[in-house]
């Protein structure tokens, strides 16, 4: 099982990034996919998850109407599309694979059993 997180970079305020997760080791469409995120000195955080057989989404409040998470099952890859960036959301972004389809609990880390190497967002002027 592998996941790969790619897209990051430098961005100033206000901007735009996707970040895509490819998978590999398992049949993407049995279970859901997770992005987190971890900031210097703070514990890693949800941001969203989806489930790939229903397309059902999540999103924390910090993120809800800039960011979107979508999937192609055909590319094994899941995005995350993140618009009107601030200082805040600067981090390194994994992506995680869930335990199954999906739950109730998205946002826990202790619920997603593989992981990604993560990528590195950088929203400054």
């Known amino acids: 099982v592998q996941l790969q997180a790619s897209g990051g970079g430098l961005v100033q305020p206000g901007g735009s990034l996707r970040l895509s997760c490819v998978v590999s080791?398992?049949?993407?469409?049995?279970?859901?996919i997770g992005w987190f995120r971890q900031a210097p000195g703070k514990e890693r955080e949800g941001v969203s998850g989806?489930?790939?057989?229903?397309?059902?989404?999540d999103y924390a409040d910090s993120v809800k109407g800039r960011f979107t998470i979508s999937r192609d099952i055909a590319k094994n890859t899941v995005y995350l599309q993140m618009n009107s960036l601030k200082s805040d959301d600067t981090a390194v972004y994994y992506c995680a694979k869930h335990i199954g389809p999906y739950g109730s609990s998205w946002w826990l880390p202790a619920v997603y059993d593989y992981w990604g190497q993560g990528t590195l967002v950088t929203v400054s002027s």
């Open positions: 080791g398992f049949r993407l469409d049995n279970y859901a």
């Open positions: 989806i489930s790939i057989r229903d397309g059902t989404t």
